[in-house]
């Protein structure tokens, strides 16, 4: 059955750094979006994207996010310069088209722990 | 406003004891709803959905959930509950292509023998 993926699994970094987290969405799939779960917390939605276009996205997702298709297959989220409280598990998902009974298939998430 | 309420934090049951953990949504449209699954460290696993149509569904792991439009709910439920079962369980609304999904804070169960 095809699967969302993601890598790395386990990211770490300094404060001030620039990460990229990626991701390879469901192959015919349209639509992704990014998630985060801090440590015990639920899980927030950051972002949606479709059409090589950001159709969706939350408050916390400011000037220090940035996401990306770079080609046919990845779907990237980058973090311009880390902070702490960006430490969290981020998952990527991806859903087929637009439409109904069309659900969300979610990655096995990276997490990122700043230091 | 959308928004998810799961008012149990955490559960206790005994091994074989029936679950039911609770669920109500605000949602402006008609709701797609879900529950997940997540062991600690671990991804989100869809134990069921539920789009339209009969409002009983059956998931994975023998788990049952109802939509009751008036209660505006979507309790799951499990009659006999194994020792495997403990992990973090998240309702969520939405979620179609195109739309967000929007998650309940969880309710973390636990499971004695």
């Known amino acids: 059955e095809p699967e969302v993926t993601q890598t790395p699994s386990h990211q770490v970094t300094q404060m001030g750094q620039e990460v990229i987290l990626r991701c390879v969405p469901i192959?015919?799939?349209?639509?992704f979006y990014w998630y985060r779960q801090i440590l015990g917390q639920k899980v927030e939605f950051l972002v949606s994207f479709y059409n090589n276009e950001i159709s969706e996205k939350s408050e916390i997702f400011d000037d220090q996010f940035s996401v990306e298709r770079p080609d046919g297959s990845n779907f990237t989220l980058k973090i311009r310069s880390t902070k702490l409280e960006d430490s969290a598990m981020y998952f990527c998902a991806s859903s087929p088209h637009q439409g109904a009974d069309y659900e969300q298939y979610f990655g096995p998430g990276t997490r990122l722990t700043v230091t | 406003a959308q928004s998810v309420t799961q008012p149990d934090i955490h559960i206790t049951v005994s091994e074989g004891a029936s679950l039911e953990l609770r669920c109500n949504y605000s949602?402006?449209?008609?709701?797609?709803l879900f529950w997940y699954v997540q062991s600690p460290g671990q991804g989100l696993q869809l134990l069921l959905k539920?789009?339209?149509?009969?409002?009983l569904v059956q998931g994975i792991k023998g788990f049952e959930a109802e939509f009751k439009r008036s209660q505006s709910s979507f309790n799951l439920r499990k009659p006999s509950v194994h020792w495997s079962d403990a992990a973090e369980y998240f309702c969520?609304?939405?979620?179609?292509?195109?739309?967000?999904?929007?998650f309940g804070a969880g309710t973390r169960l636990f499971v004695k023998a």
């Open positions: 192959s015919n799939h349209l639509y």
């Open positions: 949602y402006g449209a008609t709701p797609y």
């Open positions: 539920y789009f339209s149509g009969d409002t």
């Open positions: 969520a609304v939405g979620g179609a292509a195109g739309f967000k999904t929007i």
